[in-house]
């Protein structure tokens, strides 16, 4: 079993949908939850933290669910723009040398 | 530079030929790294550094080497290129090892090994 597994997609939507992603993570010692945003043959940014009350930040909501292991992204009132792959990430401990990436759900978002 | 920079940007290599991957950062960060990105299997770390003049071992290390002589260079050394070695390196940095620091990328090297 993976240590981080997502569902690679993709999700076809169209603009304006809102659409949800989610991610599972296997060890419960988990310190710190990222989910990242890569654009077709280019490298991966940060798209937010994920905070144990969750957050929000703009048209993305993010949430963890440490007793069922699962980290969720919402992307509201979808854009074009949103089209990426987006990786869902894991820190095992508390040493950036210990991030575990997702393999990536891939969103289009369609007009 | 602004970021992170690597060279080159791809490169087809024959097997058993020696390759140095270059990475180049000017945002003063400790920390660096090296990872693959393979279709399927998501980006894997294979060498980090903490700071300069230490670096350590990540989860795909075999055949692999690096150096960090200085803050701002981290290169990625193939001794003798391997076909499964055919993948895309993205070097990163953060200003530290703290597990919450955010992780900047370069573009990546498309390496392809015959």
């Known amino acids: 079993r993976k240590e981080v597994e997502q569902d690679p997609g993709p999700f076809n939507v169209p603009e304006g949908a809102t659409v949800a992603f989610n991610c599972t993570y296997s060890n419960s010692a988990s310190q710190s939850f990222f989910w990242y945003r890569q654009d077709c043959r280019k490298e991966p940014k940060l798209l937010m933290s994920?905070?144990?009350s969750g957050n929000e930040d703009g048209r993305f909501t993010a949430q963890l669910n440490r007793a069922s292991q699962y980290i969720s992204l919402l992307i509201r009132d979808s854009k074009l723009s949103d089209s990426a792959t987006y990786l869902c990430?894991?820190?095992?401990?508390?040493?950036?040398?210990?991030?575990?990436f997702g393999s990536g759900t891939r969103l289009l978002v369609r007009p | 530079i602004a970021g992170i920079t690597q060279a080159p940007t791809s490169q087809i290599l024959a097997a058993g030929r020696r390759m140095t991957l270059r990475c180049t950062q000017d945002m003063r960060h400790n920390a660096m790294y090296w990872y693959r990105q393979d279709l399927g299997l998501g980006l894997r770390l294979i060498h980090y550094?903490?700071?300069?003049?230490?670096?350590g071992k990540g989860e795909v290390p075999d055949g692999y080497s690096v150096s960090r002589a200085n803050t701002d260079d981290f290169p990625l050394t193939l001794a003798s290129a391997v076909p499964s070695q055919t993948s895309v390196y993205f070097c990163a940095s953060s200003d530290s090892s703290r597990g919450g620091d955010e992780q900047f990328f370069g573009p990546g090297t498309r390496l392809t090994v015959l």
């Open positions: 994920v905070y144990s």
């Open positions: 550094s903490n700071t300069a003049g230490t670096t």
């Open positions: 990430v894991v820190n095992r401990e508390d040493s950036s040398y210990k991030l575990i």
